[in-house]
Every structure is written in C-alpha cells, then in structure tokens.
C-alpha cells in the first residue's frame, strides 16, 4: 500500500502507476490552461468565468471535443510520471514509539492499566496527520499479532460520525456480529468484549471529539488506540499528544521531487527550498504544487514558485494555517480544463467523498472512459488519493474548499440534476447486481444480458463481490439521499434497489444489520412526505426486526404505530399484517388472551375479503393461541375451519398440517377415536401434499399418536420406516435436511 506525507484529510496521496499510451504523448500545452487563453482562474469575477469557461469549452470542442484525445493522454501520462513514498517525520515517529513504552500514570501509581493507551496525533487537516499515523501503524503492526483496525470519525462533510455505526464496522472487522437496531452502549460494550484478551492497534482518524474516543476505547491495556485530532482530546485520561507541523525542507523537497522528478530539483535547489518556504512546508499543499509541475513538464520549480507569488490575495489567505494550502489548491485547480475541473467540483457530491469511474461519469454526464481519465489526473495533480483498483477519495482538507467551487460555479438546478444522475446509475447498478443472483437461464439473467456493458456483471459471485465492497458507500449514498430531502422518489427508488440486491445475495437473515437501517430511512421519508403506506410498511419490518432480536416490546410498539399509519391510509393488506403482528407479539409474551383477541380481528378482516389463504393461517393461529390456553373445544373448532379453508384454498401442505391440529385437539380434548381416525386421515393427506420434509415428520407424529391411542402397530412401524426411508433419500439433499426432526408440524411457528 501506497505510504504518503499527506493524510486522509489532508493531502492526496500519488495515484497507482499506469503506463501511458503510445499514441498519447504528453503534450502539456493540450491539457493545460494556465497558458494565454479563455481560462478561469480563481480570481475572475463569477460572470466573467462562466464567459472563460463557455469559450475555453468552445475552444476544446473546435479540438475534438472537451473530452478529446489529447486532453484524455495528458492526464493519463500525468498520472503515470507521478512516484510515491512517506517523507520525513522520524523525530515525531520516534517521539511516538517513545511514549509507547514509557510508563503511563497507573504504572506510576502503582495500579495495573485499567485501559489502553491512547496516542494523540493533533494538527490541521491537509499537515500530514493521518500519513504519520498511518505510517506509525505500518511499523508497529508486528506489535499487535490480532490485527490494525482503522476507523474515520468525521465525515466528508465534516459531521461525526455516531459510535454506533462505526462500533458495528470494527465489530464487523473482528468478526463479530451485533443484533440490527442495538444501540450505542451495547455496540460499544460488544466491541470491549471481542477486543479482550487481544492485542490489536485501532487508528481512529479524524476525532470530532474527546467522547468518541471514550465510547471506543478498550478495556484490554495490550491494546493500543493511534487517535488523529484537530486538537487535544480534553477528558481522555493519560493521552500522549504529538502535534503535527510543516515538514522539514530536506523531506519536504524529497516529497516535491516524487511527483516533478529528481532533474528539475536538482537543477534548481534554491528555487526548490523557496517553493517549499512559500508553502509553509506544508504536505498537502506540497502534493498540489508537485501535481501542477507533473502535469506541466515544461515548467520549472522557479515558475511554479512565481506562479504562487503571483496569485492576488484572497479571503482564505486571512487563515495563516490555511493560506498555502488555499493557495496552491487554486494554482492547481486553475490548471485544469473547463470540463475537468467541473467534474472535481462535482466530485463532492459522491457519498463519502469516495469515486470510481462510474459515478465520476454520471455527475459528469460523459462516458466512462472519460471518467476514468479524469480521475486519473486528478490523483496525477494530488486532488484526490487512490483508494483501491479505481477507486478515489476526496481529502478532507480540499472538501470545504471544493464545495466552495461547486456553490459558487454551478447553478442550484445543476447540482440537483448532477446528483439526480448519479443516483439514478446506482440504482441501475444494484438492480442488475439483483439480477446477476438469479439462476443462470432465469428471466432475470436474460434481462441483465440486454443491459447496457458497464452495468453487466458476468457471475453472481462477481455481483456479491462489487456488492460487499461497496457497500458502505452505497449505504452512505442512501442516507444522503434522504438527508438531503430534494429527490425523494430518487432516495426511495435507491433504498429499495440495495435491499433487494442484499437479500438476493445475502438472504433477509445475513443482511438483518443493514436491512434495519434501509427501513428506518423509509420511515424517515415517509414521515416527511406524509405517506402512510410507506410508514406502516416501513414500522412494520422494523418490528420484526426488533422482535427477532428480542426487543419484544419495542416490537409491539412498532407494530401498533403501523396499525394506525395503515388505518389513516385504509389499506386493508397492510392493517391485516400489522394486527397479524400485534397478535404475534402477544404470542411470544405468552399472553394468550390478547394473542387470539388480535388475530379474531386480523380474521375478520381477512374473511370479509375472502382471502382464504390468509384465513387458513389465521384459523391455525388461533387453534395454536387456544391450545396453548387450553381450551381444546375452541382450539378444534379452529383447526376444522383451518382444514377446510386449505382445502378449498388447494393448499395440501396446509391441509395436512391443519389436519395434524385438528387430531392433536381431539386428543386433547378427551376424543380418542376420533383423533384415531384424523391421524389417519392425516397419513393419507402427508403422502400426497408433496412436501417430502412434512411427510416425514408427520408419518413419526402419526406412529407416536398411534402408540399412544393404542392403534395398530404395524401401521406405526410402517409409518416409521417410511419416515426413515424418506430421511435417508433426503440426506444428500442439504436444503431437505436442515430443520430439527422434533418440531411439531401442526404448530403454528412450523408454518
């Protein structure tokens, strides 16, 4: 992995390598605007960029287009003369190592470590605070046999991140599944436990605050945290602080020289050493200056440095601890093409500040190919890190001042349409990645076949594969979209494209954790758009989560808040389900009373729109409820009219079932003979119902019943090897063979 002087939110690190096309030489003067032209520059009033950019735009499209060859090689050959390294930092690294072994305020007390050590390395963003911390973690990694876990705290935007979320992705990390919708002191007391006993570093990037330390912190002292801060984390106890400044000049012109080459250094010393004064030794800005020089092999360090002198004030330049990197971001970014830079601009817009080709050409509006170009110049000039096989992140140093651009240089209904067309790919995206699950020859792999190439995925496995990796940043796309409240149709539409596309991949159960979240997003869409459908639907699948992670009562809850939302809308499916859950609630708090009272009305509903199926299971519900209660008389009552609504619904697999509880009632009930011949009848409906797994086990409950009423004992052995029998057939067979054999198949649950 790539090892650089600047940090997640400070400085972009230098892209991959990549050889440049043959046919592509690097001709600066194609790609690169600063020259005498139509260009806007940072300092031209807004009219009068918008006029540059239109003629510069006109300018590229008379060459080919703004997406022409030779602007495309220029990036490209950019990107591939860019080299890659950690400079400089031993005093801090060594100051750091040295706090790790010297002794904390416990060992000085006399007292064993209660928690573990906790490193502070404090500085502003863009200062190279996250390559130190990165670069420390990579060298204490033999240290810590379990493993190096990192975590950002802060988003892009520059909001913290609840603990919640990020306790679940370390829990993830080591292994560890958390129940959905557990809260933040469970997560976080998980999280201690799974780290007990072990030695693993965790590298929290990007502190809000000292709180979210503390929420994270383990109890194991083998343990180490690296925290990186804006400033001192204030209640953290025996915190080891190291704070960050401007590189010395020799690693500063050692980082310079990885992007412009070692000639024009050494060619020019003095004017290298003034470049690096001018930037304040500053990693980040250093990168940007670096980038500018790749791209542009005909200038030297000393036109660089004159450029920079050369720029007028501007308001960032009142922040002395932010005007080398503001002023090198606008040397940089008035070097880019019309198109190019606004593509930068758009590139805040993509959830988490992480790109690949394929959004960066969607916010665009241009091909993918163009996309991946620009991405690729971009890392070349340091204004994005590479993140993995084309995958970039946007710094957080250089958000605020990209966000800045965007508000300034693109129109409102702009931005909207740009963040319209990404979430409109993403949503085509999941939808083929549902597809890519579907069996090979299905409808739904001759669908994914008609898509367009770039949307296609070739295996189910290569579906999952895209769907796990990017899947934070899928989630983090959902939550915006409803965060920002202007395309909910959009948000909605995405929100349901991921859900399908995990249980399709994972299964409801393997996808519980995120499900939970996707359906509170629904909740918070339908709350603010006044939809009751959706509310209930949403209330509803919350509830069952909660209820299968044993939030019984926070279950019931749900399920009551859906009832009234499906009644304000008078959707009868949806009431029914809810009173069907309601009485499924009061069925696990073994409340029978209130258990048949709700699925009397559930019932009622279901009978007055003559939906027998529905009406089967309620009946059978009911029998179990009264059973539990006992009172058999109502029990066998609901499980004949159980039997009959299967039977007149076509439903053998129900028949049979219900006519298990029907027998089962009778016998209960003080009606041997007749709960004889019902198990009879129920042996004869298990060999036709088509179920081999239910067969089985009712032809044992049959035996059973048949010893017990005194039946004839060669039928129950009969019975018993015809259930081997099938068992045995069914071995090889996973899915046939997974259910427990002592389940009751007429019980309620079993359905």
């Given at each position: 992995m790539a090892e650089q002087a600047v940090d997640t939110d400070g400085g972009p690190a230098a892209p991959q390598e990549r050889q440049p096309s043959s046919a592509a030489p690097a001709s600066p003067a194609s790609g690169r605007p600063p020259q005498d032209g139509p260009t806007a520059s940072s300092d031209t009033p807004p009219r009068q960029r918008r006029a540059a950019s239109a003629a510069a735009g006109r300018a590229d499209a008379q060459e080919g287009g703004v997406w022409s060859g030779a602007t495309r090689a220029v990036l490209f050959a950019a990107a591939a003369s860019v080299g890659r390294g950690f400079a400089g930092r031993r005093r801090e690294l060594l100051s750091l190592r040295a706090d790790i072994e010297r002794a904390g305020l416990d060992t000085l007390a006399g007292r064993k470590a209660a928690r573990s050590r906790v490193l502070l390395i404090a500085g502003r963003p863009g200062w190279g605070r996250t390559a130190l911390a990165e670069e420390l973690a990579r060298r204490l990694a033999d240290d810590y046999p379990d493993g190096v876990l990192g975590a950002r705290l802060t988003t892009s935007?520059?909001?913290?991140?609840?603990?919640?979320?990020?306790?679940?992705?370390?829990?993830?990390?080591?292994?560890?599944?958390?129940?959905?919708?557990?809260?933040?002191?469970?997560?976080?007391?998980?999280?201690?436990?799974?780290?007990?006993?072990k030695r693993v570093l965790l590298l929290l990037d990007d502190v809000a605050g000292a709180e979210q330390v503390d929420a994270l912190l383990p109890d194991e002292p083998g343990c180490l945290v690296v925290a990186v801060s804006r400033g001192p984390l204030t209640g953290v106890p025996d915190v080891r602080p190291c704070t960050v400044g401007g590189l010395d000049v020799s690693a500063a012109v050692g980082l310079l020289a990885q992007y412009t080459g070692p000639t024009r250094i050494t060619c020019d010393p003095v004017a290298a050493q003034s470049l690096v004064e001018e930037c304040a030794g500053q990693p980040a800005a250093l990168v940007l200056v670096g980038g500018w020089l790749a791209a542009c092999p005909q200038a030297s360090v000393a036109d660089a440095l004159a450029r920079l002198r050369e720029l007028p004030p501007d308001e960032g330049d009142l922040d002395h601890g932010a005007r080398p990197l503001t002023r090198a971001f606008r040397l940089a970014f008035a070097a880019l093409p019309s198109a190019v830079a606004r593509m930068l601009r758009l590139l805040v817009l993509a959830p988490g500040g992480s790109a690949d080709a394929q959004i960066a050409s969607a916010l665009a509006g241009c091909s993918v190919a163009d996309g991946e170009a620009a991405l690729e110049g971009f890392a070349a000039y340091g204004m994005l890190r590479p993140r993995g096989p084309g995958r970039y992140q946007v710094p957080g140093c250089l958000y605020p001042l990209l966000r800045e651009r965007l508000a300034a240089e693109e129109r409102p209904a702009e931005v909207e349409l740009a963040r319209a067309r990404m979430l409109e790919r993403t949503v085509r995206q999941l939808h083929a990645c549902r597809l890519a699950a579907d069996p090979a020859g299905s409808p739904g792999r001759k669908k994914l076949a008609g898509m367009p190439k770039p949307l296609r995925f070739s295996s189910s496995a290569e579906a999952a594969g895209w769907l796990e990796e990017r899947l934070p940043t899928l989630?983090?796309?959902?939550?915006?979209?409803?965060?920002?409240?202007?395309?909910?149709?959009?948000?909605?539409?995405?929100?349901?494209?991921?859900?399908?596309?995990?249980?399709?991949?994972?299964?409801?159960?393997?996808?519980?954790?995120?499900?939970?979240?996707?359906?509170?997003?629904?909740?918070?869409?339908?709350?603010?758009?006044?939809?009751?459908?959706?509310?209930?639907?949403?209330?509803?699948?919350?509830?069952?989560?909660?209820?299968?992670?044993?939030?019984?009562?926070k279950a019931l809850a749900r399920y009551k808040s859906a009832l009234e939302a499906a009644r304000a809308s008078g959707d009868p499916y949806t009431i029914g389900r809810a009173l069907e859950s309601i009485g499924g609630t009061y069925e696990e708090l073994e409340d029978w009373h209130r258990a048949a009272d709700w699925y009397g009305r559930a019932l009622e509903l279901r009978l007055s729109r003559r939906d027998l199926p529905a009406a089967a299971r309620l009946y059978a519900r009911l029998g179990t409820v009264h059973g539990y209660a006992g009172k058999w008389g109502e029990a066998l009552r609901d499980w004949r009219a159980a039997s009959a609504a299967c039977r007149r619904a076509g439903d053998r697999p129900g028949y049979a079932r219900a006519l298990g509880g029907t027998a089962e009632a009778q016998e209960r009930a003080g009606r041997p003979k007749e709960a004889l011949r019902t198990w009879a009848e129920v042996a004869a409906a298990a060999r036709t119902c088509g179920d081999t797994r239910l067969h089985a086990d009712l032809a044992l409950h049959v035996a059973d019943a048949l010893d017990r009423l005194g039946g004839d004992p060669a039928v129950a052995r009969s019975l018993r090897r015809t259930a081997r029998r099938i068992e045995a057939d069914g071995a090889e067979d996973t899915g046939s063979s997974s259910q427990s054999d002592d389940r009751n198949p007429a019980d309620l649950r079993n359905q």
């Open positions: 935007a520059g909001d913290p991140v609840p603990t919640e979320r990020t306790a679940r992705e370390l829990l993830g990390r080591l292994g560890v599944t958390a129940p959905p919708g557990a809260d933040e002191d469970d997560l976080s007391e998980a999280l201690r436990a799974a780290l007990d006993g989630i983090e796309a959902a939550r915006l979209a409803v965060e920002t409240g202007r395309l909910d149709t959009l948000a909605r539409r995405l929100v349901a494209a991921l859900t399908h596309a995990l249980t399709a991949h994972r299964g409801a159960a393997g996808a519980a954790v995120e499900l939970y979240g996707l359906h509170q997003l629904v909740l918070d869409v339908a709350r603010r758009r006044d939809l009751p459908v959706e509310r209930a639907a949403a209330l509803l699948n919350l509830g069952d989560l909660d209820g299968g992670a044993g939030r019984v009562d």
